[in-house]
Nanobody, 121 residues
Framework: QVQLQESGPGLVKPSQTLSLTCAVS??????????WIWIRQPPGKGLEWIGA???????NYSPSLKSRTSISRDTSKNQLTLQLSSVTPEDPAVYYC?????????????WGRGTQVTVSS
């Protein structure tokens, strides 16, 4: 069974860098043709696609977040990392990781429960 689990600090100070991890089990993140997605949902708003990393480590970012976002992976740990720099009061959200097939914009078939991030000094 494929499982994804997000983790990271629940509280980040403004201007700091948010770093989140997504631990994947049940499938290797290098398995063709999977794409590993980061999404977030701010309070009272819809889902926002942040970016994705493919099974061959090709990375795509949302244009609106690209300048502040870094996505990477650790194949030895089978996990993904999201870093969002210079966080602002617009960045609080529940952050999710998910899996898509064949495309970084494809439908998600598995996703984690999400991790809440608050920005406050």
């Amino acid at each position: 069974q494929v499982q994804l689990q997000e983790s990271g600090p629940g509280l980040v100070k403004p201007s700091q860098t948010l770093s989140l991890t997504c631990a994947v089990s049940g499938v290797s993140i290098t398995t063709a043709f999977y794409y590993w997605i980061w999404i977030r949902q701010p309070p009272g708003k819809g889902l926002e696609w942040i970016g994705a990393i493919s099974y061959v480590s090709v990375i795509n970012y949302s244009p609106s977040l690209k300048s502040r976002t870094s996505i990477s992976r650790d194949t030895s740990k089978n996990q993904l990392t999201l870093q969002l720099s210079s966080v602002t009061p617009e960045d609080p959200a529940v952050y999710y990781c998910a899996r898509a097939v064949y495309s970084h914009r494809g439908d998600w078939d598995f996703w984690g429960r999400g991790t809440q991030v608050t920005v406050s000094s």
